[in-house]
């Protein structure tokens, strides 16, 4: 697990082939009639997905297992409480992402940048994003720049391919708000980076 100060990638981490949208609400019914093998199914393909995503938001190994599991036993325990309203992976997400800001309320980390925001079929593994090892490592550190909520917005998109849409729905918030830090995230990130990085966003 990544230290509190460090996101870098480890081969255990990267983001492994999941099932299609489809086969995930297929796996919910099964589950829904006590089916534990599409269970071990759809634990085994967002595991990496929600660690990844939970270790940026979080920064606490301890809690970050915690939320996991959590999340992934809400998942197992209600899940014909999907309604097809969305995609099964935005569901997960939502609910990750509403019991990771209650963990963090318990060490009362804010979750919003201090200046606010009035001033985004087989999901690709972050290799193949941004190239080298030593490119995942500077953007990552440079993600290390950005407030809770804009790195929040900036892993979804770009490490999970979600659509503003999408996040506004995970994060309960405005599309156009969604918009507004994706906008200062890329700008802050633009300035941490240099050269070609820089040019990635």
Not at 81 to 109: H, M, P, Q
Not at 118 to 131: C, I, K, L, V, Y
Request: glycine share 4%; hydrophobic share 35%; with cysteine.
């Amino acid at each position: 697990m990544a230290s509190s100060q460090s996101v870098a990638v480890r081969d255990e981490d990267k983001v492994k082939p999941r099932p299609a949208p489809e086969d995930d609400a297929r796996l919910l019914r099964r589950m829904a009639a006590g089916d534990r093998q599409a269970f071990e199914r759809l634990y085994r393909a967002y595991y990496p997905r929600l660690t990844r995503f939970l270790s940026n938001l979080v920064r606490r190994p301890e809690v970050v297992e915690e939320v996991l599991n959590d999340t992934l036993i809400a998942v197992w325990r209600k899940p014909d409480s999907f309604n097809g309203g969305s995609k099964v992976s935005t569901w997960i997400f939502t609910i990750a992402y509403r019991k990771a800001l209650r963990a963090r309320s318990k060490f009362d980390e804010p979750m919003e940048d201090k200046d606010g925001d009035d001033r985004p079929s087989d999901e690709p593994g972050p290799e193949q994003r941004f190239g080298a090892r030593q490119v995942q490592k500077a953007v990552l550190d440079a993600m290390e720049t950005l407030s809770p909520d804009h790195r929040t917005v900036i892993d979804l998109t770009y490490f999970h391919e979600f659509g503003y849409k999408e996040i506004a729905e995970i994060m309960a918030c405005p599309v156009d708000t969604v918009k507004t830090r994706a906008f200062h995230a890329r700008r802050n990130l633009k300035e941490a980076l240099s050269g070609s990085l820089a040019d990635w966003l």
